[in-house]
């Protein structure tokens, strides 16, 4: 079983469930959301498996406001514009807008560093929406996700494009060949990597990115070309 969190810890989750416009009928499930496997004996025990149910059903209500609010789009524009609400990103931004971060339970290694790791605090938001839809049903997942994601899908009136995206076409408009990303390291834990990636564009010089797995790296290692060569968002 999951470590259950310091007894300080506890009664904010009633402001938490006070966030997210839910009493949990069985709290239980609120408190595996917020276990990170770190500190977890039995990893069924902890938010990894909430984590994959919550991205679905972000992926689903997500893909249903854009179709709303943008029906004049191709589906090409609707995907950059639901890649900008899924990301990782994203996840970190509202976790931090409902204070996850004091409430995940993690180990003693964790302790330290893990609180700061929009990773894990994106991973968590993941983790609590699917508590949401375990606990409350489709609805209440879907009225905190609109809730918090509309504004987000409010910043950008032009389909936004991610950095890899942005490159790609780049080199493409420059008559180059596509780039080509190359992981140089990893390092840290098993649970909670740290990749380092390389991107070359033809006789570009090489920048490199970090991320918590190889897309994220990727991303950041053609965020870093782009500005490099004054192309950047």
């Not at 606990?135 to 997942?141: F, Q, R, S, V, Y």
Request: a negative charge; proline letters at 7%; hydrophobic letters at 40%.
């Amino acid at each position: 079983m999951s470590q259950k969190p310091p007894d300080h810890v506890r009664p904010s989750l009633h402001s938490l469930e006070e966030l997210l416009g839910h009493q949990f009928k069985n709290p239980d499930i609120l408190q595996q959301a917020l276990t990170h496997s770190s500190a977890s004996k039995d990893r069924a025990q902890s938010n990894e498996r909430l984590e994959f149910l919550g991205d679905r059903v972000l992926g689903l209500v997500c893909a249903g406001m854009l179709l709303d609010a943008f029906p004049d789009e191709s589906e090409g524009e609707l995907g950059y514009r639901f890649s900008g609400l899924a990301r990782a990103e994203s996840l970190a931004r509202v976790g931090a807008a409902i204070n996850l971060a004091p409430l995940i339970v993690l180990s003693e290694g964790e302790e330290a560093t893990g609180r700061d790791n929009p990773a894990i605090l994106a991973d968590c938001c993941e983790a609590v929406i699917a508590a949401l839809f375990l606990d409350g049903g489709l609805e209440k997942a879907k009225a905190f996700i609109q809730q918090h994601w509309r504004p987000l899908m409010a910043e950008n009136p032009l389909p936004p494009k991610d950095p890899k995206t942005m490159l790609q076409e780049w080199a493409q408009g420059h008559g180059l060949p596509l780039p080509k990303y190359e992981v140089t390291a990893q390092e840290g834990p098993t649970h909670a990597p740290t990749f380092t990636v390389r991107v070359t564009v033809h006789e570009k010089k090489p920048t490199s990115g970090e991320g918590s797995s190889k897309q994220a790296a990727e991303q950041a290692a053609a965020e870093n070309m782009l500005n490099s060569m004054g192309a950047g968002k």
